[in-house]
Nanobody, 121 residues
Framework: QVQVVESGGGSAQVGESLTLSCEISGNIIMATAAGWYRQPPGKERELVAAIRSGGRTIYGDSVKGRFTISGDKGKNAVYLQMNSLKPDDTAVYYC???????????????WGQGTQVTVSS
């Protein structure tokens, strides 16, 4: 089983930045990618960003140019740098490990507790 622990959320003002961290442990040998999802209040969970083991990334349209996903294989960690935050970025953010099939990312780990990000104007 893979375990993920997200951290780094909190409150921010519009235009500010936050960095989320994800510590990954367990049997990750079958995972070749990692990703961040978010679930805004009253809405469905959506993919924010994902990164292949080789470093290639994909982003949701609403965060392109503002968010950056990165990984540290040595630390089994994945990060999400969030800049120019907007109120619409308010959500619980979740980290996953998984795989790409073509251009699409598919998580195959259990959802963690997530970390709350709240952006106010």
């Amino acid at each position: 089983q893979v375990q993920v622990v997200e951290s780094g959320g909190g409150s921010a003002q519009v235009g500010e930045s936050l960095t989320l961290s994800c510590e990954i442990s367990g049997n990750i040998i079958m995972a070749t990618a990692a990703g961040w999802y978010r679930q805004p209040p009253g809405k469905e969970r959506e993919l924010v960003a994902a990164i292949r083991s080789g470093g290639r990334t994909i982003y949701g349209d609403s965060v392109k140019g503002r968010f950056t996903i990165s990984g540290d294989k040595g630390k089994n960690a994945v990060y999400l740098q969030m800049n120019s935050l907007k109120p619409d970025d308010t959500a619980v953010y979740y980290c996953t490990v998984g795989n790409f099939q073509g251009a699409n990312y598919y998580p195959n780990s259990r959802w963690g507790q997530g970390t709350q990000v709240t952006v106010s104007s």
